[in-house]
């Protein structure tokens, strides 16, 4: 018995679909991202004199890190669409910034941040 030959052009045309498809990303969730992925040598000089110079990582009990702030960090990461800009910048230590990876902070932490910086 011979298959059905508009049955076959069928599924030559849904398998050429699904291959274009996949070829032109339809269906896949894309982010904007910055095209800018590091701090410039001035906005981190910036972000260095607004945090003195010290980490501006703070636990919610605790002091805020005594280490010095090393590393200029994107408050909403650059990985998840957060733009490379001074109101998006903190500085953090190493050892804080490895530990942030690309985790988005909550609204809470972000409040805290700017009542913190008012008084650095
Ligand atoms: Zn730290």
């Known amino acids: 018995m ?3 030959p508009t049955v076959l052009v ?13 070829a032109i ?8 991202r910055d095209p800018t992925r590091l701090f410039s040598w ?13 980490c501006e990582h703070k636990p919610p009990l605790w002091f805020r890190c005594p ?11 650059w990985s998840r669409g957060g733009p490379t800009e001074l109101w998006n910048g903190q500085l953090l230590c190493r050892r804080h ?9 909550s609204p809470l ?3 805290r941040l700017g009542r913190r910086r008012k008084k650095y």
């Open 97 to 105: 910034n490895r530990r942030k990876s690309n985790h988005v902070p």
């Open 10 to 22: 069928a599924c030559l045309a849904v398998a050429v679909l699904g291959i274009l498809c996949l």
């Open 2 to 4: 011979q298959p059905d």
């Open 109 to 111: 932490y972000r409040w």
């Open 25 to 32: 990303g339809v269906g896949r969730k894309r982010r904007w």
């Open 42 to 54: 001035s906005q981190k000089l910036q972000l260095i004199h607004q945090a003195n110079g010290r």
């Open 67 to 77: 280490a010095p702030g090393t590393e200029a960090d994107h408050i909403h990461p």
